[in-house]
């Protein structure tokens, strides 16, 4: 089994800054990619940001140039700074993980959700 536990959502106002931590923990081999994801008010989860253990990363248009992800592998732990904020940045943020547990099984995990709420 691997946890994730996700931190560092909250309330903030347009322009301004938050920066979510994820951490994974458990049986884990070797964990391949992190991201994030959201899902706002009666819309569907999309993707926010992914990195792969390499460094490699994937950016949604609607973030790009605002939003950072990077990656502690030694942590197993993977942020987003998220800078210039919107309203419609408004979600509830997850992050996930793929990989390996300890097993040699393959994993896909989510954590349990962070909120972020923008204010106009």
């Known amino acids: 089994q691997v946890q994730l536990v996700e931190s560092g959502g909250g309330l903030v106002q347009a322009g301004g800054s938050l920066r979510l931590s994820c951490a994974a923990s458990?049986?884990?081999?070797?964990?391949?990619?992190m991201g994030w994801y959201r899902q706002a008010p009666g819309k569907q989860r999309e993707l926010v940001a992914t990195?792969?253990?390499?460094?490699?990363?994937n950016y949604a248009d609607s973030v790009k140039g605002r939003f950072t992800i990077s990656r502690d592998n030694a942590k197993n732990t993977v942020y987003l700074q998220m800078n210039s904020l919107k309203p419609e940045d408004t979600a509830v943020y997850y992050c996930?993980?793929?990989?390996?547990?300890?097993?040699?099984?393959?994993?896909?995990?989510w954590g349990q959700g962070t909120q972020v709420t923008v204010s106009s």
């Open positions: 458990g049986s884990i081999f070797s964990i391949a990619a």
């Open positions: 996930n993980a793929q990989g390996l547990e300890g097993t040699g099984l393959p994993f896909n995990y």
């Open positions: 990195i792969t253990s390499g460094g490699l990363t």
